[in-house]
């Protein structure tokens, strides 16, 4: 335990070093969940077998990094729109090894496609 508590010393100092440029302290939990907790005047303390950033509190034991970041990564994002495209007007078409490829050759997987409208992915199923 004085091992973890004189690392997490160690960490603060060069915490606060680099603190300036990014707004956000996130941590990853071991289950893969994320946390951001803003860093301006940001207070983090360890005390039996927790550490509290903020007003978030960690087990040590859950936690598995912990790194700067400039956006906040709790916050989950995702695909906002699905849409069904045509695709007789795609002027290229590329597999993920990125061989250009036809309409023809297409199989079950994931192309790239390249038409007036822009870039997309696109599932074949």
Do not use: H
């Not at 303390?45 to 906040?72: C, I």
């Not at 002027?91 to 061989?99: K, M, N, S, V």
Request: hydrophobic share 40%.
């Amino acid at each position: 335990m004085k091992r973890v508590f004189i690392f997490f010393l160690m960490m603060m100092g060069t915490l606060a070093t680099y603190a300036d440029d990014f707004p956000y302290l996130t941590f990853v939990t071991t289950t893969g969940e994320k946390t951001s907790v803003g860093s301006a005047s940001l207070i983090i303390t360890v005390e039996d077998g927790k550490l509290k950033a903020g007003s978030q509190t960690f087990v040590l034991s859950d936690l598995a990094k912990m790194y700067f970041s400039t956006s906040d990564e709790s916050t989950s994002t995702g695909i906002e729109e699905v849409g069904i495209d045509s695709l007789d007007d795609a002027a290229e078409i590329y597999d993920l090894q990125g061989r250009k490829t036809s309409m023809s050759q297409m199989r079950r997987g994931i192309y790239i496609i390249k038409n007036k409208n822009g870039t997309s992915k696109v599932s074949v199923k």
